[in-house]
């Protein structure tokens, strides 16, 4: 199993939808979540970080499920600038020190 | 700006140059990676330090040194490229090592012939 994993999609969706990706990680050990969206042939960008409790920011809601190991982003009231690639991020104890796992992606197309 | 700088943008060469790449952030951080994302968009990990020191190494072939000379930078130097190692190579810096989100430079886009 990965240590991280996503569905690649793509994911096609209509303006004003909403849509939910989820990444499911392998360490229970894991510490600390993060969504990222990588626009096309652009640099990672922190969209934000997940919590214990879920957390929301704006039309973004992030969720953290420790019992079965995944976490979920929820975008409502989809936009065309949403168009990018979702990354999730695990950070995890591996050796004594801690890892930084990237997901592969789930790539979002918005579309008119 | 604060932000995390890399040269150069765009990088072509031949089969067995040397080449190098430099990574400079100003935002403080203890923490520096460098990443590999390879054609089929996957961002794997190669190294990261932390004030300096090595704390992370992902089986990464030793034609690649990272250099850190100090906290804010992080250089890579790739010895006898190969045609595999095409791919877009991204600097990154944290707060902490790996409790804290990272911030991500633009992106060095290496193209061997």
Redesign the interface.
Known sequence: RKEVEQDPGPFNVPEGATVAFNCTYSNSAS??F?WYRQDCR?????LM?VYSSGNEDGRFTAQLNRASQYISLLIRDSKLSDSA?Y?C?V?MNSGG??????G??TKLQVIP | DTAVSQTPKYLVTQMGNDKSIKCEQNLGHDTMYWYKQDSKKFLKIMFSYNNKELIINETVPNRFSPKSPDKAHLNLHINSLELGDSAVYFCASSPLSGRAAQYFGPGTRLLVL
């Open positions: 510490q600390s993060f652009k640099e990672p960008k922190l970080s690639t990354l991020v950070n020190y801690q890892k930084v796992t990237f592969t992606g």
